[in-house]
């Protein structure tokens, strides 16, 4: 399909110093989890984006100094020479398809601990760590400014040798040495660095002109600036010292990156900001500066971008989440294609890699992270090797996602869903309070096995077994799901609740489906991600009178992963929700609960009229069963094999369904694999 000319200004060339930019899609830096310590899979995860089209691909935050060490989480590291073959890897395969590779340079003052090179971190101040770690910072001297300088210009340069295009100075997230010397809060020096904006700008300026003087020749030098940190007169904002700084350093760099800060603010959840929530914080930036200016907010739509363009708000569409969800965005809009875009649905699982330092992985996008350790491709999958039929049973993330790359692969589908409609859990979890944008989980995959004439679809179809054996597939994946369990066991009960009989118990699947509670509702979360917290919310605008009752310390505590936890909280707060942590239950009687607090096992009871259990997942496998006790008739009904996939096999995140029920579709017709079924990065021992 030719691509629709109202999106022809995305494509259009932008100059940015002395590069050019092929088009307007700038993929702006993001971590991944991958960092130092998976090198082969971050230059191939990046080498994906520049072939799906973004001009400009970036690096995540790249430590230029030891003394900036995030261990234990994977971000970039170029400290010395050594690191350069790496670097050099991820640019060669930027530029392999003709996009502009851009490096973050970061020096993270009191944010890293610094727990591998033991150096004490440079900052503004003397100050404690930013996390719940006993380490300080050394507040720096003239000396140390000075050496700071220079580690700075030598990482320019050193990134310039490994080919990168664009070398950013970092100045946002509230994560950044020059963010805290910017800051009031973290700076209140004395010195010419300290006192008037002037003055706490000064590194910044300098940290800016010492690498357009080292580098600039050649290499774009942007700046990544947090314009607003939403604290009001006690943080930098649009209204005040953030539009001042941009001021005074307007035309200084090669392009402004802008943002809000900190990170939780600058990727913020489906479930609390719309897309382009960024939008009034930044757009005063492009009336101030001549520079091109990117800006972030979870697009996806190639009108809204058209629309940010045509009015001036930025001059790049800047993407994370959405290029980790889409590698291929920009050629899907190019190619007239823009239906086929597989939309990030904000659910921030990608931010958890990061912090859970693992590689990343994407509910949308299967293959992140899988592009070098499987050869996984977003775009291209194997050609089928059989004539192979194969039945989906179940039509929720895992069955979907099969079914679409089985018949992507050539394959003949039976997709079958007891239900009226496609979906499973995807389909009532997106009905709950602010995550309608989950379901774009079904609703791309049912556009695409819709489209494929070799998937056929069987709704309102509950098979069993006996029906299984009639419908001539050669392969079977029972993809049932994992309904909540009723009798509260879980991680903290190991039995039954005691007296649950007596009051009236709902599940998380009682209350998608329908139920509605009114009176004193207890919720039990004993699950910690967010369906507790979200019950919570739903019930309490339905006119319960909630409690939210959990062993862990915090409301939903699994969010802290996913950015989310503190506004899950303050939510919850506010709209009168009655929390109570660190207890569990004891037992259940009419009318009532009693609680046992997990340190002392002290009891209080509370009123309660019914009692909501999100406790655990319970695999639903009665038609795997089954039709494995039946295994001596599959021969004769031509079935080769039986798999149960996803929450089936094991439930867990959307994510991890989805990914399951991808790897059902890849590994189909393949010799089963023995030993570890993928590439690993392993370390080189050292020669002495
Ligand atoms: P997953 O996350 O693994 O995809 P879901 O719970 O979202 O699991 O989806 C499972 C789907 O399977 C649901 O839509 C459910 O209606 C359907 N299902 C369960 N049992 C059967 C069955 N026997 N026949 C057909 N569909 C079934
Ligand atoms: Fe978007 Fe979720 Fe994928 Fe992250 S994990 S890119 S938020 S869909």
């Not at 002109?209 to 942007?222: F, M, N, S």
Request: with cysteine.
């Amino acid at each position: 399909m030719p691509r629709d000319p109202r999106y022809d200004i995305l494509f259009e060339p932008v100059k940015i110093g002395p590069k050019i930019a092929r088009n307007r899609f700038y993929q702006v830096p993001h971590c991944n989890g991958m960092g130092h310590q998976h090198p082969s899979s971050l230059a191939a995860m990046r080498g994906v984006k520049a072939e799906g089209g973004w001009a400009v691909v970036s690096t995540e935050e790249v430590e230029l100094h030891y003394s900036s060490d995030l261990s234990p989480f994977n971000e970039g590291r170029l400290w010395d020479d050594a690191d350069i073959p790496y670097h050099s890897r991820v640019v060669e395969k930027i530029h392999e398809h003709g996009s502009l590779a851009a490096i973050e340079l970061v020096y993270s003052s009191f944010h890293s601990i610094n727990n591998y090179s033991r150096e004490a971190p440079l900052s503004a101040i003397c100050r404690p760590n930013d996390s719940y770690d006993p380490t300080y910072s050394h507040a720096m001297n003239k000396a140390d400014i000075k050496a700071f300088r220079q580690w700075h210009r030598d990482a320019a340069l050193r990134a310039k040798r490994c080919g990168y295009d664009l070398i950013y100075v970092y100045c946002g997230h509230n994560l950044t040495l020059q963010s805290h010397f910017l800051s009031r809060r973290y700076n209140d020096r004395t010195d010419e660095y300290g006192g008037s904006l002037e003055n706490r700008v000064r590194l910044l300026r300098e940290t800016l002109q010492d690498t357009l003087e080292a580098v600039g020749d050649t290499c774009a030098v942007p700046i990544r600036f947090a314009v607003d940190e939403l604290l009001g007169s006690e943080g930098l904002s649009c209204e005040n010292e953030a539009r001042d700084v941009v001021e005074m350093l307007a035309e200084m760099p090669d392009l402004w990156d802008v943002n809000i800060a900190d990170w939780d603010n600058d990727s913020q959840t489906s479930r609390f900001a719309e897309s382009g929530y960024q939008e009034p914080f930044i757009s005063f930036v492009k009336k101030i500066t001549s520079k091109p200016v990117v800006g972030v907010g979870r697009y996806t739509s190639p009108d809204a971008m058209v629309k940010l363009i045509k009015s001036g708000v930025m001059d790049m569409i800047g993407a994370a989440r959405p290029s980790i969800a889409d590698p291929f965005l920009p050629k899907k809009i190019e190619e007239g294609r823009v239906e086929d875009i597989r939309e990030c649905i904000g659910c921030n699982m990608c931010v958890v890699g990061d912090h859970q330092a693992v590689p990343m992985r994407c509910t949308q996008n299967p293959t992140m992270g899988e592009e070098w350790r499987r050869d996984w491709h977003p775009e291209k999958i194997a050609k089928k090797t059989s004539d192979s039929r194969i039945l989906i049973v179940g039509a929720g993330p895992t069955g979907m996602e099969a079914a679409m790359a089985l018949g992507q692969r050539g394959y003949e589908v039976m997709l079958a869903e007891a239900t009226k409609e496609l979906g499973g859990r995807v389909r009532h979890e997106s009905r709950l309070p602010s995550l309608i944008q989950w379901g774009r989980v079904r609703d791309y995959r049912e556009y695409q096995i819709r489209q494929l004439s070799n998937v056929e679809i069987y709704l309102d179809n509950q098979l069993a077994a006996d029906d299984i054996l009639t419908l001539d597939a050669n392969h079977v994946a029972i993809a049932t799901g994992s309904p909540w369990r009723r009798d509260g066991r879980g991680r903290e009960h190991h039995h039954d609740i005691p007296g649950l009989d007596s009051n009236a118990i709902y599940t998380p699947d009682d209350i998608m489906q329908g139920a509605t509670l009114t009176g004193d509702v207890l919720v039990y979360d004993d699950e910690h991600y967010y369906m507790g917290g979200v019950l919570a919310e739903k019930l309490c605008q339905d006119g319960a009178n909630v409690t939210l009752v959990t062993p862990a310390t915090d409301v939903s505590t699994f969010t802290h992963n996913s950015l989310e936890q503190h506004r899950i909280q303050k939510q919850l707060i506010e709209m009168g929700v009655t929390i109570i942590t660190t207890h569990s239950i004891a037992s259940v009687a009419a009318d009532s609960v009693t609680l046992a607090c997990t340190y002392t096992s002290r009891e209080q009871q509370i009123a309660a009229q019914s009692v909501v259990l999100v406790t655990a997942m319970l695999p639903e496998t009665a038609v795997f069963d089954a039709l494995q006790s039946h295994s001596e008739q599959w021969a004769d009904a031509g079935i080769k094999t039986v798999d149960c996939i996803g929450d089936a096999y094991a439930p867990g995140t959307i994510a991890a369904a989805v990914w399951s029920g991808h790897r059902y579709a890849r590994e189909m017709d393949t010799e089963n694999v023995t030993g570890v079924p993928f590439k690993r990065e392993l370390i080189r021992l050292s020669s002495n």
